[in-house]
């Protein structure tokens, strides 16, 4: 059933991984998608010729979020595609890291910051004219924003920093939830566990998706699907009196 008939969707970073498989679910959902990509523009083209190829609508646009002006250069871009409204935002962009404690670098720190924190914190800032009464956004979240994983020692590799960005932007979906929620705007968040993509490489290695099933209830690895059909649903009616939530999609990690 297409319950986003005549609805616009942005997806930040569409081009790959989680953000390609939401663009994909709400285009079937019937949105017009506006995919966002940084640098993979062969990705990106492909994603919005197959959903125009399944009947659906999308365009693409390049904005690097890293950068001071990327968040406002992307919402002009998009205003400039949809008009005045804008109903589903889906803020997926982001970067991540593991390094020893020791060995991480100022630039990555703020790197990640930027990316993960500071593109869409300025992103809906830009985009509030064009969101109204029954708009609503789905932040990217992570099951690290809450629970510790890996092996904790000072001689390991941690995603520390990444984790605390997610903090940071679960703290945000709260405030903005607040905020936002007498305009009639709903803003959550989904925190997937491991989710086969590029980012998580270690999924590709024996050892890697052994202490990731260990971690999981459900014994196998999660897919960008997984998490994408958790989004659209989100964005949907059927969701209508849920805000400022975070909602687990990790096949029960770490219960
Ligand atoms: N994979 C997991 O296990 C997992 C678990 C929990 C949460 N998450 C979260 O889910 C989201 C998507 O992750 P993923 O696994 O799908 O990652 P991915 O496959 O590495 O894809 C990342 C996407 O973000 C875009 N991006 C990154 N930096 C950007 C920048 N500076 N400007 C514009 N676009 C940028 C990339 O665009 P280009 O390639 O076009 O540059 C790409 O489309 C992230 O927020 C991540 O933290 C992932």
Do not use: C
């Not at 997610?166 to 566990?193: C, D, F, Q, S, Y």
């Not at 998706?209 to 994408?228: P, S, Y």
Request: aromatic letters at 4%; proline letters at 3%.
């Amino acid at each position: 059933m297409s319950t986003l008939q005549g609805k616009t969707a942005l997806v930040t970073g569409a081009s790959r991984g989680i953000g390609r498989a939401t663009a994909l679910a709400l285009a079937r959902a019937g949105a017009h998608v506006l995919a966002h990509y940084g640098r993979s523009t062969q990705e990106a083209e492909s994603l919005v010729a197959e959903i125009r190829a399944n009947g659906g609508r999308a365009d693409a646009i390049s904005a690097d979020l890293a950068t001071p002006q990327g968040a406002a250069t992307l919402a002009k871009e998009v205003q400039a595609i949809i008009g005045e409204r804008l109903d589903v935002l889906v803020l997926n962009a982001g970067i991540s890291k593991a390094a020893r404690l020791a060995d991480y670098t100022v630039e990555d720190f703020d790197t990640l910051f930027a990316t993960n924190v500071r593109g869409p914190f300025f992103l809906v800032q830009q985009l509030l004219p064009v969101l109204g009464e029954g708009s609503n956004i789905t932040v990217i979240s992570s099951a690290v924003a809450r629970t510790v994983v890996g092996k904790p020692g000072v001689d390991n590799p941690s995603i520390l920093a990444y984790a605390s960005t997610k903090g940071a932007i679960e703290t945000l979906v709260k405030n903005w939830a607040a905020i936002l929620g007498p305009r009639g705007i709903r803003v959550n968040a989904v925190a997937p566990g491991v989710i086969d993509t590029d980012m998580s490489n270690f999924t590709k290695t024996e050892a890697g998706r052994e202490i990731t099933l260990g971690m999981q209830a459900l014994k196998r690895l999660g897919k960008a699907e997984d998490v994408a059909d958790v989004v659209a649903f989100m964005a949907s009616e059927g969701a209508r009196w849920i805000t400022g939530a975070s909602i687990p999609v990790d096949g029960g990690s770490k219960l």
